[in-house]
Every structure is written in structure tokens, then in C-alpha cells.
């Protein structure tokens, strides 16, 4: 399969997934609260969204128009043509752009969208890497493409992380790493094991065989854990998207189970409780009833005090 069909594929796949009976995506749970919006994941959602409700409220319509102009601006008229006339609600989208809806509603929706990468186009990636490795090498993959893959996060990303090191039968693959750069616009780098949880290997997902090349994914909860004592912006915009999609007790167990020793560094841990605490609005540590009671008390104190 070409680079191109890949990416035809993964296009086609990802809309079917936003559009498929039960699955049908939010288009309101993408433009709220995410930093990055897939652009291809966005079209589902509103075909969806206009297939349930035919009708929708002005709101909606307003949603429709400014992400349909935001689309074209994105992929340029050519495309945004195509897939308007082979859409089964194109008809509605042009009549909702010719109603007078008035100013534009939301204006950051253009600078949002990108096309984050697939599970088809990583497949792609690794059959042109795999092509000429004999025997078989296994590769663990971490860093922000598990996510990506799953559909967890969106973002741009431009490397693909594989655990402690990028195997030497794999660097030795200069034209196909060449070829990945050029055609998929990544490069490859890597991870050290010992900012994952223990035991992370016992949890891996396996991705598939391509050429010589054995692929695992690391453990979403694990890539999770390990964003947790990060103070980079784009870590905590990962956390905070992928947390209404994860089992919160899952990710707290494993937190103290094998990342315990995240949570026993002085200087990680203080990083760990602020970013839980703003993920999902509560410590992770309740405090002692006693303490609570006492700054109930204060709170009391301060209030009667500003009455007087």
C-alpha cells in the first residue's frame, strides 16, 4: 500500500469510527475543552451529529457554519469540495451556510485542527522501516503515540519514542528512516525505561509484525503515570484530555502500585499531587478528617469575623 492509500484509509476509517452506529462522536466534546482538534475526527462528528438531529438549533447550526469554514480553510477549497458533494449531509452544511447566522461564534476552532497520525499510517511507518531487518527485532513504543493511536489524545507530534534506544537493525535503515521523514514528517527517538512504571513490560499491547520488526505498545495507564510528574504544558494537555477517558481508580491504583517510587521522590511527588488535583478536581490524597474539620472551623471564624 502506498503512503497516499494509507492515508485514504486511515481517513476513511477514522470518519467511519465517529459516524458508526452507537459511536457516533460529540462535535461539542471536541471543540470544548481540548487544545488540539482532529480535523478528520471533526467531519465525523458533525456527519453524525446532522444525521441523528436533521433539525438542529441555531447553536448547532452556528457549530456547523464556523467548523465548516475552519475545515476548508484547513484542507483548501479542493478537498473541502469533495467532500462536501460525497458527504450524505452536504446538503445540509450548504444550507446552514447560506443562512445569515450572524458573527462567528467560535474562533478557535481553525488554529486547533491537525491531522494527527493513525493506527494506519503507523503501520505504514513501521512496514517501511521493517523492509530489511533479519531476524526479528521487538520494539516497544511510548511517548504520546499509544494515545494517539487509541484516540485518547490529539495532537501534533513529530517523533516516534521507542523505549531506552532505537534498536541499531532499525538505524541502519537509512532510506526508509529517510522516507518516513520525508513522506509522514517524523523522526525516530526514544525513552528511557525508568520514567515508566514498574513492571510496564508485563503490560504492553502488542501493535503487529511488519517486516522484521516485532511492535508493542506501551500501557496507556502507564504513559499516563508517567506524564503525571511533568511540568511541560503539552504533558498536562495530554493528562487533562485523556482523564474523562480512563478509569480514574485504574490510573490511581497503578499510580500507587508500580509508580509508587514517582510518588516516593521528594522532588516529583509535590508535581504529581498538582497535576491530579487539577485533572479531576480532588486530591489524591483525602486528608485526615481531623484537618478537615479544623479548616471548616477557620472558615467559619473568617466569616462570622467579616460579618462584625
Not at 15 to 42: F, H, M
Not at 243 to 271: I, S
Not at 295 to 303: E, H, Y
Amino acid at each position: 500500500m502506498s503512503p497516499r492509500n494509507a492515508i485514504v484509509k486511515s481517513r476513511r476509517s477514522r470518519r467511519s469510527k465517529a459516524v458508526g452506529i452507537g459511536n457516533g462522536l460529540d462535535p461539542w466534546a471536541l471543540v470544548w475543552g481540548q487544545p488540539y482538534i482532529d480535523c478528520e475526527t471533526l467531519v465525523g462528528a458533525i456527519e453524525s451529529d446532522l444525521e441523528r438531529t436533521p433539525n438542529p438549533d441555531f447553536r448547532t447550526r452556528l457549530l456547523v457554519r464556523d467548523c465548516a469554514r475552519a475545515i476548508k480553510s484547513f484542507w483548501g477549497p479542493t478537498r473541502y469540495k469533495r467532500w462536501l458533494a460525497s458527504s450524505r449531509v452536504g446538503r445540509q452544511i450548504r444550507a446552514i451556510l447560506r443562512e445569515d447566522l450572524g458573527k462567528t461564534g467560535f474562533h478557535a476552532i481553525r488554529r486547533r485542527l491537525v491531522a494527527s497520525i493513525t493506527k494506519d499510517q503507523l503501520e505504514q511507518v513501521f512496514e517501511l522501516l521493517g523492509q530489511g531487518i533479519h531476524p526479528r527485532v521487538e520494539v516497544y513504543i511510548a511517548g504520546s503515540i499509544p494515545t494517539l493511536v487509541k484516540g485518547l489524545t490529539y495532537r501534533p507530534t513529530d517523533d516516534i519514542d521507542f523505549v531506552n534506544e532505537v534498536p541499531p537493525e532499525i538505524r541502519s535503515q537509512r532510506t526508509a528512516i529517510s522516507q518516513v521523514r520525508a513522506e509522514f514528517g517524523l523522526t525516530l527517538g526514544h525513552v528511557q525505561s525508568h520514567y515508566l512504571p514498574a513492571n510496564w513490560i508485563n503490560r504492553r499491547q502488542f501493535f503487529g509484525d511488519f517486516g522484521g520488526i516485532r511492535v508493542y505498545l506501551v500501557d496507556v495507564y502507564d504513559v499516563f503515570v508517567s506524564k503525571l510528574s511533568s511540568k511541560q504544558n503539552k504533558h498536562q494537555d495530554d493528562l487533562r484530555v485523556m482523564a474523562p477517558k480512563l478509569d480514574k481508580e485504574k490510573a490511581k491504583e497503578r499510580l500507587f502500585g508500580d509508580g509508587k517510587y514517582f510518588l516516593e521522590n521528594a522532588y516529583h511527588r509535590p508535581q504529581i499531587e498538582e497535576n491530579w488535583r487539577f485533572i479531576f478536581r480532588e486530591p489524591l490524597f483525602p486528608e485526615a478528617p481531623e484537618a478537615t474539620k479544623r479548616k471548616k472551623k477557620r472558615r467559619q471564624q473568617n466569616g462570622d469575623a467579616s460579618k462584625e
